[in-house]
């Protein structure tokens, strides 16, 4: 489980992340949705350790996560926005490259599953320059998920793919869920989000202003509409939704 008790971030003097409070229980699957600007990345980034708040506390089982950084950083797996994937290597290449860095021994047999539903063994042998969009996403998934984490944070993983990757992508996460693992997930695609999450985190005016399961949103949705009726970005995200 980790809690959040009143974090906030700033990055110099721009305040990025009012304070808040919530939780992430283990197993869960959060689908994060918000304009851009709201905070969600850097939230993101706070749940995996690789930035820290500038003031209260994120909590990892009940304890700091300066006192257990080790501990989270080897159980969460954090998939980026951006692709970050060396170009002249081929799939195969690529992935072993990884898995030399990786300071823990990786799960080969988890490994092998991954490429197999992400279909990745149909491009082993290409590089990745030439690789379509959805291909580099497939990969680069594969990449920040390796270590069989129990967490897994995905910062947009299908952004730009077409409709073929992007279901196999799904279907990939589908199972990590179904297997127990905890899914903290940014997306933009309402269809992504209820096929995925068992709870939805809405940010705005950088923090996060809803928290619940899918019948819980339907129940706030008109409400959120007339609280925030001048937000024409959040009111384009809550009509869609």
């Not at 950088?206 to 024409?232: A, H, M, N, T, V």
Request: proline content about 3%.
């Amino acid at each position: 489980m980790i809690e959040f008790d009143q974090v906030s971030k700033k990055y110099r003097r721009k305040e990025v992340l009012e304070p808040f409070s919530l939780t992430i229980r283990e197993g869960s699957a959060v689908g994060i949705v918000g304009p851009n600007g709201a905070g969600k990345s850097t939230f993101l980034k706070l749940v995996a350790s690789l930035d820290r708040p500038t003031s209260g506390k994120v909590l990892f089982d009940g304890k700091p996560y300066e006192k257990v950084v080790r501990q989270v950083r080897s159980e969460i797996g954090y998939v980026p926005q951006d692709i970050a994937l060396y170009e002249d290597l081929t799939v195969k290449e690529q992935i072993a490259f990884w898995r030399r860095l990786e300071k823990n021994k990786v799960d080969e047999d988890f490994l092998e599953k991954m490429v197999g539903m992400l279909r990745l063994d149909e491009v082993y042998d290409q590089r990745i320059d030439r690789l379509s969009g959805g291909w580099k996403r497939k990969v680069n998934l594969c990449i920040g998920l390796m270590r069989n984490p129990k967490i897994c944070l995905l910062d947009e993983p299908t952004a730009g793919v077409d409709l073929a990757a992007k279901e196999d992508i799904l279907a990939w996460l589908k199972q990590l869920h179904k297997e127990g693992r905890t899914l903290v997930y940014i997306s933009h695609d309402w269809y992504e989000l209820k096929a995925l999450s068992d709870e939805f985190l809405l940010f705005a005016e950088k923090k996060p202003i809803f928290q619940g399961s899918q019948g819980e949103w339907l129940e706030k949705r008109e409400e959120l509409l007339g609280r925030y009726e001048d937000d024409r970005e959040l009111r384009r995200i809550l009509e869609f939704s």
